[in-house]
């Protein structure tokens, strides 16, 4: 949701604000959060773009799914 206008706006109002990105890729991303219509590259163009504007302390958090996206090749792309 850091897409939409109101939700990034919101958030640059807060001290800390603390994001969950588990996969930079679209495979992993679909295994490990199984999106609906959400696409992970314009999840991680909002995230560059809220952290240009931000700033507060950010925290990104995440989730290591044992033989999903715990290869180097994943830790590379996050």
């Known amino acids: ?7 990034f706006d919101a958030l640059l109002q807060l001290d800390i604000v603390k994001f969950s990105l588990d996969c930079a890729s679209l495979k ?13 590259n314009q999840i991680i163009q909002g995230l560059i773009e809220f952290r240009k504007a931000f700033k507060g302390n950010l925290i990104i958090e995440i989730l290591l799914v044992d033989g999903i ?4 090749e994943e830790f ?3």
Request: with cysteine.
């Open 1 to 7: 949701t850091i897409m939409q206008k109101r939700i």
């Open 76 to 78: 590379k792309k996050l």
């Open 28 to 40: 992993c991303f679909k295994k490990i959060d199984r999106p609906l219509d959400i696409d992970i």
């Open 69 to 72: 996206n715990d290869k180097e």
